[in-house]
């Protein structure tokens, strides 16, 4: 970790879960103006160590980015947490409101791999004002939505996935390229979880995205 960077981690209390969720945390170590905030979600098989260890993190503090990547509900250090509601409804909208309120995240660029979009898309269509851009990877839960509930949603997106990831990435696409105002990057090489495949090219993309908004 570079001296620019300064990283802590603690937990966040939120009402809909039943134990407090885990967080990390990277911010620029000048103490000056976040220029955007940052929430990393993870997939199934990954928790927020995964964002330490890709160097994401600080990658988007020495951006000037406030970077949080929670471990979610029943997974890494939130194992006692158990899930609110069930896939597919939009309750899970709420709690993401919930853990970006507790955590004091203005409008937040919301990273969602996987799983994770079992929450990050109800969070998406309901509170669309609490996002500043949707940064979704292969995410789950796609089909759960209309193709006019995805023109309904204005804030920027990168749509990103890996070309050998032809079961997920390919299913969200097509799915999320109904969304009104999206770009899209296909990571040569990469499977599913591309960020780990290709963290240059991942970090680039992402960055490069940022720097629009």
């Not at 969720?21 to 160590?49: C, K, M, N, Q």
């Not at 969304?179 to 992402?206: E, F, I």
Request: proline share 6%; charged share 15%; glycine share 8%.
């Amino acid at each position: 970790m570079t001296s620019a960077v300064k990283m802590t981690e603690g937990t966040v209390t939120v009402e809909s879960c039943t134990s407090p969720l885990f967080y990390r945390e990277a911010v620029p170590a000048t103490g000056g103006a976040v220029r955007l905030s940052v929430l990393l979600l993870h997939g199934i098989r990954f928790s927020s160590e995964n964002w330490l260890r890709t160097g994401t993190m600080e990658t988007l503090a020495t951006a000037g980015c406030r970077a949080v990547a929670v471990d979610l509900p029943g997974l890494g250090q939130s194992k006692s947490a158990e899930a609110p509601a069930a896939v597919g409804e939009l309750a899970p909208g709420g709690f993401l409101k919930e853990l970006c309120e507790g955590l004091s995240l203005g409008p937040v660029v919301l990273v969602s791999p996987s799983l994770s979009g079992m929450y990050s898309l109800p969070f998406l269509f309901q509170h669309q004002a609490l996002v500043r851009a949707y940064v979704p990877i292969a995410p789950i839960c796609t089909d759960k939505f209309t193709a006019e509930q995805y023109q309904s949603v204005k804030v920027p997106a990168l749509i990103v996935y890996g070309d050998q990831d032809t079961q997920l990435g390919e299913l969200s696409l097509s799915n999320l390229r109904n969304l009104a105002n999206h770009s899209v990057v296909v990571m040569k090489g990469a499977g599913h979880p591309c960020y780990l495949d290709d963290p240059d090219t991942w970090h680039k993309a992402l960055t490069d995205f940022l720097n629009t908004l």
